[in-house]
């Protein structure tokens, strides 16, 4: 039996690169969006295709056996050179109607993205949006997404980035906090009052320790790192909290306290792969999201 895998389909390797990645059939089906049953089809038929035992199973998983370890170089290589084709040729699409995936924060895209994507649909009416809300690194150019919108800069080479504008950070409490507990009206005022923090991540810890707080994990009452959903707790009163003035300014249920401290700001970039920056619905998606992201950020600050 021919062993090569010049005349193996490409789901097949897709499959096998999945697995091997995630360590288990239920990962890869989640992570292509497939069955588990699917998945383990797959893995078979590529065995029996290669003549070759790839995945050994295991208590928690599949994982690589030798031959399979030596082929995983030349799949991943060759999962590069497909996609690499995929994006030329869906970079010299040249129609407008069609999808842009679009990948933001959970808090970007929660809060600020919704208003820009009618703007977008009413303007376009023929290019269709998707929009991933994530606060992982989506990777451009396995085609997870079009375009990508970070607060910080794509350092992937064959990504064309932008920066489009700083987000400025303020200090927030719920009327109803202050109504019970009275307004900070000086930054040591906040010692005296709750403050809803982060969980695990150490941003607000570091950012409080810029200001010259020696802040701990424990100062904080309350803790959460999903960004939603620290946003829900500083709005119904759980403390005093920080959020992007993009939303918090237009938010009725809060105030802005203590405007004049200088907190740290976050830098944002688009990014998308050169070789899909000249498609024609790319473009115009891009280029609405800058005009509306920049002039979101602009009022807020203003």
């Known amino acids: 039996m021919d062993n090569s895998l010049s005349q193996t389909d490409w789901s097949l390797v897709r499959a096998f690169l999945a697995v091997a990645e995630t360590g288990s059939l239920s990962g890869a089906a989640r992570a292509l969006s497939q069955s588990q049953p699917t998945m383990g089809r797959q893995i078979k038929q590529l065995e029996i295709q290669l003549g070759l035992r790839l995945f050994e199973r295991q208590p928690r998983g599949l994982t690589l056996t030798p031959t399979g370890e030596s082929l995983l170089d030349p799949a991943k290589a060759m999962r590069a050179a497909f996609l690499q084709l995929s994006l030329r040729v869906a970079g010299q699409d040249s129609h407008m109607h069609g999808t842009v995936r679009i990948t933001a924060s959970e808090v970007m895209a929660r809060h600020v993205f919704p208003e820009i994507i009618v703007d977008i649909r009413e303007s376009e009416p023929d ?176």
């Open 127 to 302: 290019i269709q949006i998707e929009l991933v809300p994530s606060d992982a690194s989506e990777n451009l150019l396995f085609r997870e997404a079009d375009i990508a919108v970070r607060m910080y800069r794509s350092t992937q080479l064959d990504v064309i980035t932008k920066h489009i504008g700083t987000a400025h950070m303020g200090i927030y409490a719920a009327l109803s906090y202050l109504k019970k507990h009275g307004t900070p009206t000086q930054l040591e005022d906040l010692l005296d009052h709750a403050v809803v923090g982060y969980d695990r991540d150490d941003r607000i810890i570091q950012g409080m320790r810029t200001l010259g707080w020696p802040a701990t994990r424990e100062f904080f009452a309350v803790r959460c790192d999903d960004q939603n959903t620290y946003w829900a707790l500083v709005r119904v009163g759980c403390g005093i909290g920080f959020a992007q003035q993009s939303f918090a300014n237009t938010d009725p249920s809060v105030q802005r306290l203590l405007p004049e401290v200088d907190l740290p700001t976050l830098p944002i970039w688009l990014a998308a792969p050169e070789a899909m920056r000249s498609n024609p619905r790319i473009k115009r998606v891009w280029d609405s999201l800058e005009a509306g992201i920049t002039t979101r950020f602009e009022l807020a600050k203003a």
